[in-house]
């Protein structure tokens, strides 16, 4: 006759936590967990219809059958392979996606916005490139 044991298991489970803004989300069965926080710009592709979306994460809601979560600016690849601008907000269960990158942009701030005016014409652009590099020369100057 065979004993039965009760053995304590010796894996131990890891305390689960999450901030006001990021999310810990499964990218899909195969891959670890990834950081999901508002504003982040994520792709991936849904499951029931094989289309591609990309967009930033403008909320995200866990739930019992799965999180869900809505991004906003976003472009779908459709399978028959045109791309089109969506406007508005598109919602999404992670259930349904696979094949998710998440890339973090940094926000921009107002200096930012004025670099990005100096650089709309190539000319200027290069011009105040230099004047701003001059003062940054490490050779000695010319007597």
């Not at 999901?36 to 710009?41: K, N, V």
């Not at 601008?85 to 107002?110: A, C, K």
């Amino acid at each position: 006759m065979s004993q039965i044991t009760n053995k304590p298991s010796h894996r131990k489970r890891k305390p689960h936590t999450r901030s006001a803004t990021t999310f810990s989300i499964m990218a899909n069965e195969n891959s670890s967990f990834q950081e999901l926080a508002i504003g982040t710009t994520v792709s991936f592709k849904r499951r029931s219809t094989g289309e591609r979306f990309h967009g930033s994460v403008f909320y995200f809601s866990p739930q019992l059958n799965g999180s869900l979560f809505g991004i906003q600016n976003v472009g779908v690849w459709r399978v028959d392979g045109r791309y089109e601008r969506i406007s508005g907000f598109n919602h999404f269960n992670l259930n349904d996606i696979t094949e998710l990158q998440v890339n973090v942009v940094p926000r921009q701030n107002s200096n930012t916005q004025d670099a990005q005016n100096n650089n709309n014409n190539d000319g200027s652009s290069s011009k105040s490139i230099e004047s701003k590099m001059g003062a940054l020369r490490l050779d000695p100057p010319s007597k």
